[in-house]
C-alpha cells in the first residue's frame, strides 16, 4: 500500500463505515441481509451493531483472509443462492465497479423475498461528477487492486434500470455528508445517495 492508500485508510475508511452504517442502518428493513461486494464485512458489522433486528453475511469476488462477518465467494454476476433466501439485498459502492448493473439488479431482486433492496452508489450529475468520482474511486480503491470500469450513472440512467428489473426507489438520500469540511463541498455535493428500492412503483420518501 502506498502513500496515498495509507492515507486514505487513516484519515478517510473509518468516517465512511461509520457514515455509511448509519446511512444503511437508517433504511434496512429487518431480517436477514446480503451484502454483495462486501469487502471484509466492517460496514456491514457496524450495521448489525446498530441494529440487532439484521443479520447479514457477505459475498465477493476475492474472499478476505479475515472478514467481520461470514463471507462467500461469487463470480460477480450470478449471486449463489436460491430464489427467496434473504429478506433483503444491498450493495455498498458495487455497482459502479460493473459493467451493467442491472444484471446484479435482476439478481438481487431474484433473491430476495420481497424484491428489496438498498443501495449506496454514486450519482454523476453536476459540475465536473464523473471527474471527481474518477478521483475518488482510484484513491480509494486502486491499491487494493479493484476493478475500475468508472461506470457511474447519472439518476435518469438508474431510474430506467429500476423501471427495467421492475423495482422503484421508496427511499432516495443524497445528504450523506461522508466527508468533513472542507473535503464535503468538493467530494460531497450529492454525489452520493442511499437508496431502498421495492418491486413496482413507490412513492420516494426521505427516511424514517
Not at 449506496?120 to 471527481?132: Q, Y
Not at 431510474?159 to 426507489?169: K, N, Q
Not at 437508496?195 to 427516511?207: E, F, M, Q, S, V
Request: charged share 25%.
Amino acid at each position: 500500500m502506498g502513500v496515498i492508500g495509507r492515507a486514505h485508510s487513516g484519515l478517510v475508511f473509518g468516517r465512511r463505515v461509520q457514515v455509511l452504517a448509519d446511512a444503511m442502518a437508517e433504511v434496512l428493513p429487518p431480517g436477514r441481509v446480503l451484502d454483495v461486494g462486501c469487502g471484509d464485512g466492517s460496514i456491514a458489522r457496524a450495521i448489525m451493531d446498530r441494529r440487532p433486528d439484521v443479520e447479514i453475511e457477505g459475498i465477493d469476488v476475492l474472499v478476505r483472509p479475515e472478514t467481520h462477518v461470514p463471507v462467500t465467494e461469487f463470480d460477480g454476476t450470478r449471486i449463489p443462492h436460491g430464489d427467496r433466501r434473504f429478506d433483503v439485498v444491498m450493495f455498498v459502492d458495487v455497482l459502479h465497479h460493473t459493467d451493467d448493473a442491472t444484471v446484479l439488479l435482476r439478481e438481487a431482486a431474484r433473491v430476495a423475498r420481497t424484491s428489496t433492496i438498498v443501495i449506496k452508489d454514486h450519482l454523476a450529475d453536476g459540475v465536473l461528477a464523473g471527474p471527481t468520482l474518477r478521483l475518488m474511486d482510484w484513491v480509494g480503491n486502486a491499491h487494493h487492486g479493484v476493478v475500475l470500469p468508472y461506470n457511474y450513472w447519472r439518476k435518469a440512467r438508474w431510474d430506467r434500470a429500476f423501471a427495467e428489473v421492475g423495482l422503484s426507489p421508496e427511499v432516495w438520500r443524497t445528504d450523506l455528508g461522508l466527508y468533513p469540511a472542507p473535503a464535503t463541498w468538493l467530494f460531497d455535493r450529492g454525489l452520493h445517495v442511499v437508496c431502498r428500492l421495492a418491486a413496482g412503483p413507490a412513492a420516494t420518501t426521505a427516511p424514517g
